[in-house]
């Protein structure tokens, strides 16, 4: 497997159309294009599929922990396909980011995301590439839960998915080593 795409959400019916799911999101909508059905593996712990995409092999998961233990189901996939750790995609929703606004980006801290903190815990580094999808902030730090555990506004639903069009339209430069030409177009928007 040439990389391991992880989207980060929270699983079940409650959260599905929540704002902390667009890392889900944006795997559905990469998995529905290319016809693939994302499959509940248990030894994983993870929705999970694997596509062939322009001479790669990509392995989709889904983590079905909760967002605060996504960690150990995506190093499980990764251990099974000894997918190293710079090859893996986190995709993930940012509070610091308006909504329809989306950013490629090595490496960094978790800024308060717990999918992102408990990876950083269970890969014991926080380099791996980080597909931060924006959805935008309540204005107070004391709305953040209810905020990223809300459903998003048409205006703000619509503004999301043209981010995740725009960041599933460069993926593959990015995926081929073309890092730079593939956040040059995501990060013009």
Not at 51 to 63: F, Y
Not at 66 to 73: A, D, L
Not at 158 to 185: C, H, M, W, Y
Request: hydrophobic share 40%; net charge positive; proline share 5%.
């Amino acid at each position: 497997m040439d990389w391991l795409l992880a989207g980060l959400g929270n699983p079940g019916a409650d959260y599905a159309r929540t704002r902390h799911n667009a890392g889900f999101w944006t795997l559905q909508t990469l998995a529905n294009r290319a016809g693939a059905s994302l499959r509940m593996e248990r030894r994983w712990r993870c929705l999970a599929t694997r596509l062939h995409e322009r001479g790669l092999e990509l392995g989709l998961c889904l983590p079905q922990d909760f967002m605060n233990r996504s960690g150990g189901p995506v190093r499980s996939m990764a251990a099974f396909y000894k997918v190293p750790v710079e090859r893996i995609l986190v995709i993930h929703d940012d509070l610091d980011l308006p909504p329809g606004t989306a950013r490629l980006k090595w490496g960094g801290g978790h800024g308060g995301h717990n999918g992102l903190r408990d990876l950083d815990r269970v890969f014991g580094t926080r380099d791996y590439w980080r597909l931060r999808i924006g959805i935008g902030h309540p204005g107070h730090k004391d709305a953040v839960i209810g905020y990223v555990l809300g459903i998003p506004t048409v205006t703000e639903k619509t503004r999301i998915d043209e981010a995740i069009a725009r960041s599933l339209a460069v993926l593959p430069d990015f995926l081929n080593g073309r890092t730079d030409a593939a956040q040059k177009t995501l990060h013009s928007d």
